[in-house]
């Protein structure tokens, strides 16, 4: 059964970006903790401050899952990113985003945050940098995933870009390549091994370049995530 870690780490202060608007997400105060000193993976053991733990309610109806943590920005005040503050989706920039998109569609005491690989994955030719996490990698971190799906047991997991989709599928299907990612954006699909909707949606790095691509604006975009998530939600209910 997964842990909680309440944060052991000391903020240094709300984020001043943050603190002006009305709308900040909320920053989370704790992890769940699934193989505290985890080093399946060499290279990304090496490579990595901390473990990006996955943050929010076991009771969540919706697991928002990434490809893994970036490398952050260790002077922040507070959004630091996973591989330092050691909880997922903590970042300035994607962290704060996907939470907030969350938030305005009515789903932020509900979602629970995770990426499919948990340690930041360091170019060979620049540390602070991303690189792709290689197929071990993604095959010896998908037990963690596995394990949240199933302590979470989620309605809905919301895979933000084409990377973090591929290992949800390759989880209930095995591995292979998954073409036409843009075109199948919020085109839903039950997992039955998984017992879960996936609904992949733009990650929220890209999301400003490719929304025209699929002919939303921004809140457009935003209410056709909102009733996605609300039709699955309610066929759910009513099954129930």
């Excluded at 629970?112 to 690989?117: L, R």
């Excluded at 995933?145 to 919301?158: G, N, Q, R």
């Excluded at 895979?159 to 209930?172: D, F, P, R, S």
């Amino acid at each position: 059964m997964p842990a909680s870690d309440p944060d052991s780490t000391t903020d240094r202060g709300p984020d001043t970006a943050d603190s002006a608007g009305t709308d900040k997400p909320a920053y989370p105060t704790d992890r769940t903790v699934l193989e505290a000193d985890c080093a399946r993976c060499p290279a990304l053991t090496e490579s990595r401050e901390r473990i990006s733990w996955g943050t929010g309610s076991l009771d969540a109806e919706i697991v928002v899952v990434g490809e893994a943590p970036g490398y952050g920005n260790p002077d922040a005040d507070r959004w630091r990113g996973g591989n330092w503050t050691g909880k997922a989706y903590t970042s300035r920039h994607s962290g704060r985003r996907i939470r907030r998109m969350l938030e305005r569609i009515g789903y932020s005491d509900d979602a629970y945050y995770t990426n499919a690989v948990k340690c930041f994955p360091a170019d060979s030719e620049d540390p602070t940098t991303n690189r792709e996490p290689t197929p071990e990698e993604r095959a010896n971190c998908r037990h963690h995933l596995l394990t949240e799906l199933e302590a979470v047991d989620p309605t809905v997991v919301l895979a933000t870009g084409k990377h973090a989709t591929t290992t949800v599928l390759a989880a209930e299907e095995g591995d292979r390549e998954l073409e036409g990612f843009v075109d199948g954006v919020l085109e839903q699909r039950y997992c039955e091994r998984l017992g879960v909707h996936l609904v992949p949606i733009l990650h929220p790095s890209y999301q400003d370049v490719w929304l025209g691509r699929l002919g939303y604006e921004p809140e457009e975009y935003l209410e056709a995530i909102r009733e996605t998530l609300d039709e699955l939600s309610e066929a759910t209910d009513d099954r129930g």
